[in-house]
């Protein structure tokens, strides 16, 4: 759904010759994925901190799980002294907080 926009989420499985994507409804039914995302839920609203507040976190609803993947990645790989990773020449158009505005950025 990142790479493929569409409208709405119902128009991943429609048949619309102008809509139609073949991907989605080989991989899961539209109810089934509608239950999933209705009911996944990863850390608790209970301790939830609105924007502006002291210890608010941006990624608060998906903290759990990114300090459980961040915990995997450092077991399974170390890297080496020949790993670089540019930033830089990585282009960003999409919408984010984290953003920052570069202006010697190469790619821009």
Not at 8 to 36: G, N, Q
């Amino acid at each position: 759904m990142g790479l493929d926009k569409k409208p709405t989420l119902h128009d991943y499985w429609t048949r619309h010759p102008v809509l139609h994507s073949s991907f989605a409804p080989k991989v899961m039914v539209r109810e089934c994925f509608l239950s999933i995302l209705a009911f996944l839920h990863i850390n608790d609203n209970d301790s939830f901190v609105p924007h502006g507040q002291p210890d608010y976190d941006p990624i608060q609803k998906i903290r759990p799980f990114v300090d459980y993947l961040n915990a995997k990645f450092k077991e399974v790989y170390q890297p080496q002294r020949e790993v670089c990773n540019d930033e830089a020449m990585i282009p960003f158009n999409g919408r984010s907080r984290f953003k920052v505005y570069m202006k010697d950025k190469p790619t821009k």
